[in-house]
Structure formats: C-alpha cells, structure tokens
C-alpha cells in the first residue's frame, strides 16, 4: 500500500513541474532534462542492477537516439513521432547487433568492451562531417508541433514536457513490466549467481543479450528525446565520460532501486547545472563527487534508505 | 608508397604509445582487478612533471624522474583511495572512482599548466632525421623505440626472473593462495599499481616530445590501449603490446587511404577479433566469461 502511495506521489510530484520547479529556481527544460537522463538511466539500471552487466558505453545508445532523432528532421521529415521511433529504433537495432559480441564477458572484460564499443559510434560521429556536423554536433533541425488528426499541438517548453513525461511513463512502465515479468526474475538470477542458472538450465547469455537490448532502446528513446528538447545533437551525447555519468547517477541513487536511478540524476544534473555556474573548474568537483559517492556511499541514497526501514 | 611508408611509421609510433599504456593497465587489471581509467591522468602527470622539471634536471633527467613521480603518485593514490575497494567484488566501484580520479587529475594539470598546448623540446640532434628519403625517422623515435624494447624487456625480467615478479604473476592467477603462503598482497598489489603508473609516466614522458603536450593527451591515448588489450587478449602483456602496435599500425594505414576511419579502423579490429577469437590474439580461454 505504502509503495503505491509512494509511486503515486512521484507522479503527482512529476505531473506538477511545470507549476512548482520556477518558484524553487528550477526551469522547465531543467525538469525535462531530468526526465530525459532519467529514462535513460533507468534503462541502464535494467541491465547493471538487475541483470548485473555493468555497461560503460550506454552514451553510445543515448547518442544514437539523439542522431537517429536530428537526422530524421533535418533531412527525413518534420514528423516529431517519426524522429523519436527512428531514434529509438537506431539505438535498439545497434544494441541488439552488438549483444553477442559482449553478452559472453563479464565484470570488467564487459565494461570494457562497452566502452570501447561506444566510443566507435563517438568517432563515426565526429569524422563523417558531411552527415553529422563533426565536431560541432548535429544542427539545423528543430522539434516540429505534433500533429494529432487536425490538431496541432505546439511544442513549447510546456508542452514538450508533458510529451517527454508521456514517453518516460511510457519507457518506465515497459521495464516494470519486463521486471515483474518471468524475464525479469531470470536476470536477477543471472545476476545473483550465473552459473547457478546455467546449471538450472537457463541460456544465460541470451538473456544477457536480451538486457542488453532492451536497455538499449530504452536508452535511445531518452536521446531521441533529448534531441528534441536542445535540437540539436553533440558528439559529447556519444562519449564516454557521459557513460560514466549515467553510471554514476545509478549508483548514487540506488543500484538495486527501481526508481534509484532518478534521484540519483535529479541530484548529478543540479549539481552539475549548479557547479558548471559556479566554477570553471567543475570538472574537479565532478571527479570529487564520483570519488565521494563510491568509498563514502556505494548503496546509493535509496539503497541506504530501503535498509534503514527493513531494519526497522 | 614514400607516403604508405610515412603513415605507417607514425601509426607504429602511436602504437608504441598504446602498447606501453596498455601494458601498465593490464598489469593494474590482472593483478589489482582494476580498468584504471585514471591511467590517462597518470600519463599527464609524468609528462608534464618531466617538463617542469627538465629545465633543472635536463633532458634525461626528466625522462627518468617523470615517470617516477607518475609511479610515487600511483602508489599514493592505491593506497588512499582503490585499496578499500578490494572488498567490494562489483567492478563497478573501481571503474567509477578511476573515472572520477581522472576527471581531477586531467582538471588539476588544466589548471596549473594551462588548457593551451605547450611545447615540450627535446634536444635538437635527436630531432634530426637518420635520412633524407627517411626524413620521417628521427633520432627521437627511434629512442622511442628503444626505450619501450628496453622497458618491456625489463618488465618481463622483472616478472620472470624476480621473487617479486614471482609472485605476482601468482597472484594474478590466485590471490588468495598467494596471501595463505604468507605474502603481504596488499604491499603486493600496490607495488604493482605503481609499476603500471611507472608505464603510464613513461608513455607520457615520450608521447610529449611528438604529440607535445595537452591536457587531453591522456584521454585521448587512454581508449585505444584499452582496444589493445582487448585485441591481444585480456590477462597476457605480450598480448597488449602486440595489440598497441597492430591497431597503431592499423590506424596509421588506414590514414594513408580513408583519412576518416583511422580510428573507427581500431574498432574494427577489436569487433573482428571478438568475433572470431573472443578471447584476444594471445588471450587465455575463459578468463572473465
């Protein structure tokens, strides 16, 4: 009953930024932003918490999204639907390509490979000038207003919300459900003793694979969205450090938490909104802030939490 | 074919620079169980102490003492900050605080020396070409050369002939056994943290008198020496200095015909060898799967 009332509450909570997060400083586009690394990080959290395959090249799935997304408007068609399912699509049919490469490894052979698998979509990027603007990232597209029969809905930063809230629901609901779901039980098992599920008879690396996947698109989805909401796309959305990022924010919020993961990117993306206003020299408060939340606070802040009230 | 030639010899180069980055991480990763991501921030360090300290101690002076302080600063970073992550088996912890470090140690050097690139000089006879048709292989490289066959060659002395090199080298197969025989692995993994870092300055101390020296010269060298080790095979050191060369080559190749996927090339390779021999060139089966 109490987790109900909890869910319940974030999405009042969700549902009302528009109207409460100008009077606390904040800015719509902060709270859309959120939401975007938030799925995102979600997404991740499906294959590094529950499925125990820590990926360290989830910017390279985000960035598809964000490409597949600003090339689809800028040379396709001005259709917003369009752009997130092709956004989505890029990111999920690359992680499905890639899966078998990586599914077999594991631990730290796995995180590597991620990474360096992720930083070839970061040079493709940066070197096929032609296409993708090179170094200064993909521009000259803007979200188009959404068409609905004959309605037309503006996207303004409003507006934009509510859509960008729609599809995270949307995303969020899509891993519940796989999680609650036998599946989702095989890769908690997975995770707690792998070769005890082999034992059982489970495939383990089609399982991985599928993780895989999953977190992919869902992960491509929040860039999909993330193009929309800057229009334009980066090169920094396909490199690594921003792998890391989302890493971290699992981590600070909650491993093994659902919703985890978004405390921890409401905390990282005001700190980072607020320390990159400060200071120039952010990066080091950044590097100190990784530094901090793994030898000072590795269960994350609802991993602490969750343990408090089952000790209780 | 003079420009094939040209190409190559400067992808050997950089290959040299990813093998010696690459032999200090597999070292850290066998042993400490660590992807360092801070290797590149250990590399800036001894290259840009080197050139602080070049105008007292001279060339030579800065080429040994830079990397030792890159090591001496290794083993202080172990000790403060990776060795209470030993206990904890998720890798992630590790990966995290090396990527936190070296997002510091990149900003530090950022800030003291400046984000401007600086010339870093190296005496002008090494400069000189050993040819006129060779005029692209200098003294300097050559040196290069020189320097990572002798680095090497000392590391597998090190690890073949020595009680210390012994014992690592068990270590990394079963540290625990090694701890019951009454070995201090502590003191073990932190010497062999700073003996990687030692590589890592080492790299950056030669790889400033071509590439001069940035801030971002770290990162940038970081990722393709973990594609060598992945390349060569994870757990084996002739491995990472042979997948260093091959995707340097590679790389400097690929230059002379389609400029833009020099480094999407090295990509290539790695998903190319993952898929026909998953282990790596000189890999060991099952290692990590």
Redesign the interface.
């Known amino acids: 009953m109490r987790r109900y009332a909890a869910v319940a509450a974030l999405w009042i909570v969700l549902l009302a930024v528009p109207w409460w997060l100008p009077l606390v400083g904040g800015y719509t586009a902060l709270g859309t932003k959120v939401l975007v690394y938030g799925l995102a990080a979600i997404g991740l959290n499906l294959l590094m918490g529950y499925a125990g395959s820590l990926s360290f090249g989830h910017a390279a799935w985000f960035g598809l999204g964000c490409y597949g997304a600003g090339l689809v408007l800028k040379y396709v068609s001005v259709s917003t639907p369009l752009a997130i399912a092709v956004g989505t699509l890029a990111a999920g049919v690359a992680a499905t390509l890639l899966g078998p490469l990586v599914m077999r490894k594991r631990g730290i052979y796995f995180a590597m490979i991620t990474i360096a698998f992720g930083q070839l979509f970061y040079f493709i990027a940066v070197r096929w000038n032609e296409v993708t603007g090179g170094e200064d990232g993909l521009t000259g597209f803007a979200r188009q207003p959404l068409h609905l029969g004959s309605l037309e809905i503006p996207l303004e930063n409003t507006q934009l919300y509510y859509l960008v809230l729609l599809c995270f629901t949307a995303g969020v609901a899509f891993i519940a459900w796989l999680l609650r779901s036998p599946l989702g039980h095989t890769w908690v098992s997975i995770r707690e003793n792998r070769r005890r599920a082999q034992f059982l008879g489970v495939g383990t690396d089609l399982f991985i694979w599928a993780a895989f996947a999953v977190s992919g698109l869902v992960t491509g989805l929040a860039g999909a969205l993330n193009a929309l909401l800057f229009n334009f796309a980066s090169p920094q959305d396909l490199h690594y450090t921003l792998s890391g990022n989302f890493a971290i924010m699992v981590v600070l919020g909650g491993m093994r938490s659902f919703w985890g993961p978004l405390v921890g990117v409401v905390i990282f993306v005001v700190a980072q909104d607020y320390l990159s206003s400060l200071t120039r020299n952010w990066m080091t408060f950044i590097g100190l802030l990784f530094i901090a939340i793994v030898l000072l606070f590795p269960k994350g802040i609802l991993g602490v939490l969750g343990h408090r009230r089952r000790r209780v | 074919m003079q420009l094939l030639l040209f190409n190559a010899t400067n992808g050997l180069i950089q290959g040299v620079f990813y093998a010696l980055m690459a032999l200090g991480l597999a070292l850290i990763?066998s042993l400490n169980?660590?992807?360092n991501?801070a290797h590149g921030g250990f590399l800036l360090i001894g290259a840009y102490l080197a050139f602080t300290l070049m105008p007292y101690v001279g060339f030579w002076g800065g080429l040994i003492l830079g990397p030792i302080c890159a090591a001496i600063l290794g083993l202080v970073a172990e000790r403060v900050?990776v060795r209470?992550?030993y206990k904890?088996p998720?890798?992630?912890?590790?990966?995290?605080?090396t990527?936190?470090?070296?997002?510091?140690?990149?900003?530090?050097v950022r800030?003291v020396w400046g984000a401007e690139g600086l010339p870093f000089t190296v005496p002008d006879w090494l400069n000189s070409p050993i040819s006129q048709a060779l005029f692209f292989i200098t003294r300097y490289r050559l040196l290069v050369i020189a320097i990572t066959i002798v680095a090497a060659l000392g590391l597998y002395a090190l690890l073949r002939f020595t009680r210390i090199g012994m014992r690592i080298r068990a270590g990394t197969r079963d540290l625990e056994t090694v701890s019951t025989m009454g070995v201090d692995i502590y003191r073990l993994r932190a010497l062999n943290f700073g003996l990687g870092c030692l590589f890592a300055g080492l790299a950056g101390v030669l790889a400033a008198g071509i590439l001069g020296l940035t801030p971002t010269m770290g990162a940038s060298l970081l990722?393709p020496s973990?594609?060598a080790?992945?390349v060569g095979g994870?757990g084996s050191l002739p491995g990472a200095v042979l997948g260093g060369l091959l995707i340097g080559l590679a790389s400097g190749v690929t230059s002379t015909y389609y400029p833009?996927?020099s480094?999407?090339v090295i990509?290539l390779i790695?998903?190319v060898v993952?898929?026909v021999r998953?282990r790596g060139l000189l890999g060991e089966e099952g290692?990590?799967?």
């Open positions: 990763l169980s660590v992807v991501f900050l209470p992550l904890r998720d890798p992630i912890y590790s990966l995290l605080m990527f936190g470090l070296a997002l510091v140690m990149e900003d530090v800030t990722m973990f594609v080790i992945i994870v833009a996927a480094e999407a990509f790695m998903a993952l898929i998953p290692l990590f799967e």
